[in-house]
């Protein structure tokens, strides 16, 4: 097995904004945000949904999970990153920098 490492690690990002105007719409967009919850995805913003993978092939697993449940209406976008590009990225509130805090602890067993 190749050991896990900071450019093999994935991370999975979903990005969508979804029409919230009528109770149908809004129930879409629930249920949407709820599947990918189930799925191991967790809210890194509003709209934007991350998920730790230990590899490529797992990032694409649940790549093609979030491509059947799109919805019929709306936008979604969905970028796989490496884990050393995900912990470049600088994070700010306001104009203070804000250290990036991954939701997720890796452990390797040996």
């Not at 694409?60 to 709306?74: A, C, F, Q, Y």
Request: charged share 35%; hydrophobic share 40%.
């Amino acid at each position: 097995m190749e050991r896990l490492n900071e450019y093999r690690v994935m991370w999975v990002m979903v990005f969508f904004d979804l029409p919230t105007e009528t109770k149908k719409d809004r129930k879409i967009y629930s249920d949407f945000r709820k599947k990918m919850l189930k799925d191991g995805f967790v809210m890194f913003q509003f709209s934007i949904y991350i998920r730790h993978c230990p590899s490529r092939e797992n990032a694409d697993v649940h790549i093609k999970r979030v491509k059947k449940m799109l919805p019929e209406r709306g936008h979604v976008g969905i970028i796989r990153v490496t884990d050393k590009q995900f912990g470049e990225m600088e994070l700010f509130i306001g104009k203070s920098p804000e250290k990036v805090e991954t939701p997720y602890l890796q452990l390797e067993l040996f």
